[in-house]
């Protein structure tokens, strides 16, 4: 989770998605929850692990969720409002590559998802896990993957990923109901230990944010004297009773009380350049992540137009 968060910090967007969260009840939506943004989700609630699908969007969009009539599997979604006045459909979506979770029926219910909302200004992404599509006639080998894209087809979608996602394959996929919704969409380098790469891209439309943004926190007036005063007064064993989810509750309201009573506001700027917790060093080590990560898949960079024989000659200099 610092990662990811770091990742956003970095890369500042205002939509997210995210496919194979693995929720479950055990696991509460404060440890999905990022500041700033409305968190919806959806957990495979057939009682295996694994799946889950999160969308958090910024907050100041004033995102509403959406429930489809489609059964299909590991699906999210919310509605906001552009500026043309219409409501903006966006989703997340897994289809498991288990065929036990991607039977023909599953299968069936994802194609009719597409035809629920064909019309809808749309933005749906997710892993699809069809490796056998070639996106650029567009041709799927097998039959439901021809089903699956026969109805995207049919719905007038754009697909927008034209490179692998996930050591050469292209499963993870970008949709929208207008072919110029999207310019380009970019392939990052993975997060963590997952073997997909993070995508990004800029939707050109102009969603409606709210007139009144939440005020802002100054902590570094905060009053951090009277805070431990009162929390040294606090009977932590009367406090905190019950399950796990009722203390985190209850030290969470303690917490925010304190928040109110003793840091001050002030107006709110435009978005942060750089989040609390980070130093400017971690900063510019996670864009320069970034940027290497560009040069590396680009294929004009100067250094792959080299010989293998003078690479090789550079190596053994660097090493001796």
């Known amino acids: 989770m610092p990662e990811f968060v770091t990742v956003i910090e970095s890369v500042q967007p205002d939509i997210i998605g995210v496919t194979e969260s693995w929720g479950s009840d055990d ?3 404060s440890e999905f929850s990022i500041p700033g943004f409305d968190l919806f989700r959806a957990d495979r609630s057939n009682g295996h692990r694994g799946g889950g699908v999160l969308l958090l969007v910024n907050s100041r969009m004033n995102a509403i969720q959406c429930k489809l009539h489609s059964k299909f599997t590991d699906q999210i979604w919310c509605q906001i409002k552009i500026s043309n006045g219409e409501d903006l459909l966006i989703g997340v979506c897994y289809r498991s590559p288990n065929a036990q979770f991607s039977d023909k029926a599953n299968n069936n219910r994802l194609c009719e998802m597409i035809d629920e909302i064909s019309g809808r200004p749309v933005i749906l992404m997710g892993d699809f896990n069809y490796p056998d599509i070639d996106w650029t006639i567009p041709y799927g080998q097998l039959q439901d993957s021809q089903q699956f894209i026969n109805h995207v087809e049919d719905s007038h979608w754009t697909q927008h990923i034209t490179e692998g996602t996930c050591n ?34 800029e939707v050109q439309l102009s969603p409606e944010f709210s007139a ?25 064993s009367s406090l905190l009773q019950g399950d796990t989810e009722s203390m985190w509750l209850a030290f969470h309201s303690l917490l925010k009380s304190l928040e109110m009573k003793y840091v001050p506001r002030k107006k709110s700027s435009a978005r942060n350049k750089k989040a609390p917790w980070m130093t400017y060093k971690a900063v510019r080590l996670t864009n320069t992540k970034h940027r290497l ?8 960079h100067p250094v792959l137009w080299i010989s293998p024989g003078v690479i090789s000659k550079f190596v053994r200099c660097q090493t001796v």
């Open 212 to 236: 009144f943004s939440n005020p802002r926190l100054d902590y570094t007036q905060a009053n951090y004297v009277a805070m431990r005063q009162e929390l040294q007064k606090t009977n932590w």
């Open 293 to 300: 990560f560009r040069k590396y898949k680009n294929y004009r």
């Open 27 to 29: 696991i509460s939506d």
């Open 168 to 201: 050469g394959s292209t499963l993870d996929l970008v949709f929208t109901s207008e072919p110029d919704m999207i310019d380009s969409v970019m392939v990052l380098d993975r997060l963590a230990n997952s073997d997909h790469n993070m995508l990004q891209w």
